[in-house]
């Protein structure tokens, strides 16, 4: 099938029930769409635009995309990039950035449709799109200021600063993180970079049985699954008590659905994830204990050996006078 992205026409004939965020992070290279929460469909960091319309990669699969036009911020031109970038960046409206470019995509959407677009309208058009640090209110000023700009056909300067102590600086080489540009973890890409992916516990508290990995071993891509036996010496960290071990091993019972029973090594994240789930464990499985009241009482099962109770700190209220008496 053939679609268009960024202004270039594509052939493809991969996998069509592939999302589009994973074929644009790993086969296209184009980073500027965040990984979230995939597949979640829950924060908007992957916003992209099909046809005119925004979508969550994450969720969209790439038999959707054909014969249709992808454009992510890469795709929007200079002109665009800029007065987003600037924009944000004079009104505070970017902290870590990690949200950002798929806020800018919904706000670019949002302005095509609507040139004037008031407060109410960008809060609507922003309700996929999560924003974990910054807060919205800067957010929408910077959308307003960005509109205002593009609708006057105006240019946005970039913020200086005099550097003097006092005055106002702008966020240092946040226009990067307004475009997706700025490298976090997931957006390394070094040569020859292979990938892991864990394989929690399917139940909170669950003795393990077994762990067989023999299917998940053969996948294509694959090149190691370990396990705890493959981990030697110690395997417990933790900071007031070292109590939380790195990975489950058989026979030991898992505290929480967050505990590691195997981790796969692939050449593509995909393939790494696709055996990390086709792991196969048995289980032994206990009743969870999820609450903190019920977990310090006598008969409780041990979630860890030395009890459930880390520590013991004793408060006295009364008059400060009679205490220094
Ligand atoms: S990564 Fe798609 S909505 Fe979060
Ligand atoms: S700027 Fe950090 S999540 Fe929005």
Redo the contacts with the bound molecule.
């Keep these: 099938m053939e679609f268009k992205l960024n202004g270039r026409s594509i052939l493809y004939d991969g996998n069509l029930d592939l999302d589009l965020l994973t074929y644009l992070r790993e086969e296209a290279n184009i980073l500027s769409p965040k990984n979230g929460c995939s597949p979640q469909a829950a924060c908007g960091a992957c916003t992209v635009d099909l046809n005119g319309k925004t979508v969550l990669s994450c969720v969209t699969k790439m038999s959707k995309v054909a014969d249709g036009t992808v454009t992510t911020i890469e795709g929007m031109g200079q002109y665009r990039q800029d007065v987003f970038a600037n924009a944000f960046v004079e009104k505070g409206?970017?902290?870590?950035?990690?949200?950002?470019p798929g806020?800018v995509v919904q706000a670019n959407s949002l302005i095509n449709r609507n040139p004037e677009p008031t407060w109410d309208d960008v809060e609507k058009a922003l309700t996929p799109n999560?924003?974990?640090?910054?807060g919205y209110k800067k957010?929408i000023d910077s959308i307003l200021y960005a509109a205002d700009a593009i609708w006057r056909e105006e240019e946005i300067p970039p913020p200086t600063s005099d550097g003097k102590v006092g005055s106002r600086h702008p966020k240092y080489d946040a226009q990067k993180?307004v475009l997706g540009q700025h490298e976090y973890t997931d957006d390394i890409r070094i040569e020859g970079m292979v990938h892991g992916a864990l394989r929690f516990s399917d139940h909170p508290r669950a003795k393990v049985l077994s762990i067989d990995s023999s299917e998940a071993e053969k996948m294509d891509g694959v090149i190691r699954v370990f396990t705890a036996d493959d981990v030697p010496g110690e395997r417990t960290i933790g900071l007031i008590r070292e109590d939380w071990p790195l990975m489950i091993a058989v026979g030991e019972t898992t505290r929480y659905v967050g505990d590691v029973l195997a981790s796969v090594v692939a050449e593509k994240e995909t393939q790494a994830r696709a055996a990390a789930a086709a792991i196969k464990i048995e289980y032994k499985v206990y009743e969870p204990l999820t609450d903190m009241h019920a977990a310090m009482q006598p008969d409780a099962p041990k979630i860890h050996e030395a009890g459930n109770i880390l520590s013991k700190s004793i408060t006295s209220r009364g008059a400060v006078t009679e205490g220094e008496a």
Excluded: N
Aim: with cysteine; proline share 0%.
């Design positions: 409206g970017v902290q870590c950035g990690f949200c950002i806020i999560l924003c974990r640090c910054t957010v993180l």
